[in-house]
């Protein structure tokens, strides 16, 4: 089973057992489009961080638990990947997250110019991109879109998932 599997069975049970039979909905759309966006230092301690402000930032935003764990996932895979191949050309990585009507986006930002391969052509055999590979596939999953776009100097990643669909 997947972690997105596993993630909707644990979600699917725990609304099985609830004892509270008249429930709010799971989540509400915010009453706009929200646009959130930081930066942190390129090094692994500032990973974590960024863990830790998204989960906040997304139970804010009352989205589905399931969706926050998966979103999770993915902005540590990216942010993870920008530190470890863009940190010699690039000072700060930008993560902005923003959610308006049914759609949510993530996206990670550095200044290194170079697209990954992983996110265009990875296969099984590949040596490296598993964990883009993983984040790709989780997105396609999901039903979602993954695009890399130019961004100043270096690049985007971008994931935008539709939360109507995992509520």
Avoid: C
Avoid at 19 to 27: A, F, I, Q
Avoid at 36 to 43: E, G, L, M, Q, S
Avoid at 52 to 66: F, M, P, Q
Wanted: a neutral charge; charged letters at 25%.
């Amino acid at each position: 089973m997947t972690a997105v599997g596993r993630a909707r069975a644990r979600a699917r049970h725990e609304r099985r057992t609830s004892t509270n039979h008249h429930r709010e909905p799971e989540h509400e759309h915010p009453p706009g489009p929200v646009f959130v966006r930081w930066t942190i230092a390129p090094t692994v301690a500032g990973v974590p961080e960024v863990r830790h402000r998204l989960r906040d930032l997304l139970h804010g935003w009352g989205i589905a638990e399931e969706l926050i764990d998966t979103l999770l996932l993915l902005a540590t895979e990216l942010t993870s990947n920008a530190v470890r191949h863009a940190a010699i050309r690039t000072d700060r990585v930008r993560i902005t997250a923003a959610h308006g009507g049914a759609e949510i986006r993530l996206e990670v930002a550095d200044g290194h110019p170079f697209r990954p391969h992983a996110l265009l052509e990875t296969g099984p055999e590949s040596e490296d991109g598993r964990g883009l590979m993983i984040v790709k596939l989780m997105v396609a999953e999901l039903g979602g879109r993954i695009d890399v776009v130019p961004s100043g100097p270096g690049k985007s990643i971008r994931v935008t998932l539709d939360t109507d669909a995992h509520a």
